[in-house]
């Protein structure tokens, strides 16, 4: 199982942490994507990081606010956001994809196999 945590309700330009711990399962075999679903939307993209670091990939629309990151030894993913703008508010789920996804699946929610419970995060003046 896969767990977000960390949402809230916030002021725009508020900051945000979201945390995704897996359980029963071994973090560091995947890669770890974000992703969101605002109300009558489609769930879209937010960032992505592959099983080991390196290459980070990020929605045009979070880059420059949001940062991925993870930490295998305690089997925890992050996802930093700063600058909230009420365009941020949905519910954000985090998913795992496999170490074999190509780079331009990375960002397709088609590609990751195992999903969480969301987090609501809600940013609002």
């Known amino acids: 199982q896969l767990q977000a945590s960390g949402g809230g309700l916030v002021q725009p330009g508020d900051s945000l942490r979201l945390s995704c711990v897996a359980s029963?399962?071994?973090?560091?075999?995947?890669?770890l994507g974000w992703f969101r679903q605002a109300p009558g939307k489609e769930r879209e993209f937010v960032a992505a990081?592959?099983?080991?670091?390196?290459?980070?990939y990020y929605a045009d629309s979070v880059k420059g606010r949001f940062t991925i990151s993870r930490d295998n030894a305690k089997g925890t993913g992050y996802l930093q956001m700063n600058s909230l703008k009420p365009e941020d508010t949905a519910v954000y789920y985090c998913?795992?994809?496999?170490?074999?996804?190509?780079?331009?699946?990375?960002?397709?929610?088609?590609?990751?196999?195992?999903w969480g419970q969301g987090t609501q995060v809600t940013v609002s003046s």
């Open positions: 998913a795992f994809s496999p170490e074999s996804t190509i780079t331009s699946s990375m960002y397709s929610a088609r590609s990751y196999v195992i």
């Open positions: 990081l592959r099983r080991r670091g390196g290459t980070l």
């Open positions: 029963g399962r071994t973090f560091s075999e995947y890669n």
